[in-house]
């Protein structure tokens, strides 16, 4: 008979990995595994998956804090994984249910695919009869078994496929996109350079999320995914459609295949074939990559790391709060919240759509992949047919297109859709140089669909950007501007001047009839702080290029005991100190939404001398650059280092400018094509009803909404330049739980 765990008040939960590593499941273990001391609870982890739990032994091993330090940016699962054939089989379980109860352990957060996922619900719904079991052989005790009648269980999904129903997006795949977009973005450049195709294969055996994602977000001509196989004779149309982007002013051609594509009649599609048929066809020099493996690796992206943190917190709550008789829950994301759902329903619905492939059934298949999947795939027909696929051409309506403010990366990626999609609806596109002093300097000309090309990729503002905000007294020029040109409608791109100016230029549409055509605000700020929108164009750019900073803070920060404060751009809006922080790993974060008293600087500095008497070597604070103008970033290193007793040194790092550059992440990408394609179709509408509104387009939970402008004044907080309310600040608590290492209760 096994050593039984002592009886012990604290509940006992083990965390662990199962099927295909995934970026993104270490901060997710992390978050479990914090939340859980931060609760009270003793923490386990399970090595290797669910092999770790039939073999049992060291394969389970207690953790603490410090086992779970420095994972955040590392991708892999430091907790291993494995597929495991014993944990198939009813034995194999048993013997899982011993060693879990060797531990005292009832709780577990599972980490996998569906089959994963599927296996803890087979555990959880089997458990009183394996106990049982175990006590009618002799191997618990009665008392054993009756102190754990059922197991709680909560699931997350790591997948870079994101191909679970039930969930927006899975732990991994944007990390695995960021993989595609480099892959892409290198290759492209090299394809431009000797005007040749390229076949790219993809991850996702029955979902084309990534092949798809990644097809709109690198620019691609042509993409073959299992959920919409191309009709017969897709082959000489492809051909046709690759020849037809070369002929309007593309130097290459990248056809995106997932591994799983595959035709009408489900006879694979394989990357071989689709470079054997392009190279006959066009009889040119075709190259295949095959991104395999390389889709896994690398460090897991800001989202990843701050959206496995908030999983991982999450599904700790579940767990402890799960009834007996509950129904298991599937941890996952809708519309940027954390969202529940039962777990079997989500397997189930993710294997009918598997089920509906494989009956030929692809309405079902795309019907169920969701309404986003299904308009993304029709903005990407549009935008890479380089002839309209709508033929009706309108009287002449002429649409502009310019950027005001602060530079944010996406812009290009707005801008391109846009003239795209604007030609595929019959407009005539104008593109405006350096917002609205362009037109006033008549900086004006006419794009076509070759002009925006090779533009997804490239960081900064091919359109040109000022940061001067028109005042009352630029507005009769701009009105001039409008009318020389014949503007009949403007798609203004950019952050809060860009807000500011089309109010003001709303406010006075009587007086100016120039103004009576309609117009619509694209948030693009790396400060994510536009109200009525929850993510605007290269905030997660800028998330990145502050998570990457971070990253290398840290390393510099290993060779001597450090405390840092990192300075995040952001004005009054705290959202990318706060997320940088999350996604960094802070302990502490500075928000102006908050404020700064000297009551805290002195506990933070307090902590910081624990934190370094305990033998920790760096500390790492997040300050928005506008969190307190006495407290101000100079004046926190300063203190930290005269109350530092010698045990460290503080540093500020200002980040800047830097911030908004870069190459704009897939996110960016494909946010900036789906607001910019909205914002074409309302335009459109407004051209048709002979309207003039002014409306701003944001993000609400997930989906594009056109809300008046009128409307989005009334949810500005003017004075701080962000909404009044900001949907982010809810996780406030998961940084404070996730880094309250010194708030644990006795003995966790
Ligand atoms: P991926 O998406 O990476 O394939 P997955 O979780 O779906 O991840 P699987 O190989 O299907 O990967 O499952 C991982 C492990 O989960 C299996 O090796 C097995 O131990 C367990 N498992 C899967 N399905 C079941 C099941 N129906 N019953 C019991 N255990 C299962």
Redesign the pocket.
């Known amino acids: 008979m096994v050593e039984q765990a002592p009886s012990t008040s604290r509940r006992r939960v083990a965390v662990l990995t ?3 590593d995934a970026q993104g499941m270490n901060p997710a273990v992390r978050g479990v595994v914090r939340t859980g001391l931060n609760r009270g609870a003793e923490m386990f982890a399970v090595y290797e ?2 092999q770790g739990l039939v073999d049992g032994g060291e394969a389970i091993r207690h953790v603490e804090w410090d086992d779970v330090s420095g994972v955040l940016n590392r991708g892999g699962t430091v907790i291993g994984t494995a ?2 054939k014993d ?2 089989e009813r034995d194999g379980r048993r013997t899982a249910v011993k060693h879990l109860l060797e531990h005292g352990i009832d709780r577990l957060v599972v980490i ?5 996922l ?2 803890a619900d ?1 555990l959880r719904s089997e458990w009183a009869s394996l106990v049982q079991e175990l006590a009618d052989r002799g191997e618990i005790d009665q008392d054993t078994a009756d102190r754990h009648p059922a197991l709680m269980i909560a699931g997350l999904v790591g ?1 870079i496929d994101n191909d679970m129903l039930g969930t927006d997006m899975t732990i991994g795949a944007d990390s695995a996109l960021h993989r595609i977009v480099e892959a892409i973005d290198s290759i492209g450049s090299t394809a431009a350079s000797h005007q040749r195709s390229f076949v790219v294969e993809v991850m996702g055996r029955h979902c084309g999320y990534l092949a798809l994602m990644g097809a709109i977000a690198g620019g691609a001509d042509y993409v073959l995914i299992p959920e919409d196989p191309p009709l017969p004779g897709w082959e000489q149309k492809m051909c046709a459609l690759l020849a037809s982007g070369r002929e309007a002013g593309r130097r290459n051609s990248i056809v995106i295949v997932a591994e799983g594509a595959h035709d009408r009649d489900n006879n694979p599609i394989t990357s071989e074939y689709v470079l054997n048929v392009i190279r006959d066809t066009l009889n040119e020099d075709v190259r295949l990559t095959i991104l395999g493996h390389v889709q896994r690796g690398g460090d897991p992206s800001a989202y990843d790391r701050y959206t496995s943190s908030i999983l991982g917190y999450a599904a700790l709550e579940e767990v402890l709060s799960a009834k007996p008789d509950g129904v298991s829950k599937l941890i996952g994301t809708r519309g940027n919240r954390v969202s529940k759902v039962p777990l079997m329903e989500s397997v189930a619905q993710t294997r009918a759509l598997a089920d509906a492939i494989a009956a030929k059934d692809f309405n079902t298949a795309m019907a169920m992949r969701g309404n986003e999947f299904t308009e993304m795939e029709h903005i990407f027909h549009a935008i890479s047919h380089a002839l309209p696929t709508v033929t009706r051409k309108r009287k002449s309506t002429r649409l502009g297109i310019l950027n005001v403010g602060g530079l944010a990366p996406g812009m290009n990626a707005v801008a391109r859709a846009a003239v795209r999609l604007g030609l595929d609806r019959g407009h005539t596109m104008v593109g405006i140089s350096n917002s609205f002093q362009g037109l006033v300097d008549d900086e004006v000309r006419e794009l076509q669909w070759g002009d925006v090309e090779g533009w997804t990729s490239r960081g900064g503002a091919e359109l040109g950007i000022s940061r001067r905000v028109p005042t009352v007294k630029d507005l009769y020029a701009i009105g001039r501007g409008i009318e020389k040109h014949g503007l009949d409608g403007l798609l203004i791109v950019g952050g809060w001047d860009a807000f500011a100016a089309v109010s003001t230029m709303r406010a006075e549409q009587d007086r100016y009839p120039a103004f009576q055509v309609p117009m619509i605000v694209l948030p693009a700020t790396i400060d994510n702080n536009m109200p009525a929108s929850e993510q605007s164009v290269g905030a997660d750019t800028a998330l990145n290029l502050i998570v990457d900073s971070i990253d290398r803070i840290r390393q510099t920060g290993t060779a001597s005991k450090r405390v840092f404060v990192v300075e995040t751009m952001g004005g009054y809006c705290g959202y990318l100190a706060l997320m940088g922080g999350l996604s960094g790993g802070a302990v502490k974060v500075y928000l102006h939404e908050e404020g700064i008293t000297l009551k805290d600087i002195a506990a933070d500095v307090e902590n910081m001398v624990d934190a370094f008497r305990a033998g920790q070597r760096l500390f790492l604070t997040v300050r928005n650059e506008k969190a307190s103008p006495m407290y101000t970033s100079d004046f926190l290193v300063r203190v930290f280092e005269q109350e530092s007793q010698d045990l460290y040194d503080a540093r500020e790092i200002v980040l800047g400018q830097t911030q908004q550059g870069g190459s704009p992440t897939p996110i960016d990408r494909i946010l900036g094509t789906r607001l910019a394609a909205h914002s074409i179709d309302w335009l459109s509408h407004q051209v048709d009803l002979h309207k003039h509104d002014a409306a701003m387009i944001g993000m609400q939970e997930g989906t594009p909404r056109i809300r008046t402008l009128r409307r989005v004044e009334e949810m500005a907080d003017w004075e701080h330049r962000r909404p009044v309310r900001q949907w982010w600040m809810e996780l406030r608590p998961v940084i404070d739980v996730l880094a309250a290492r010194l708030a644990l209760p006795e003995n966790a």
Request: overall charge positive.
């Open positions: 199962s099927g295909g998956g669910y597929r495991s944990f198939r996998g695919g569906d089959g994963s599927s296996g087979l997948s």
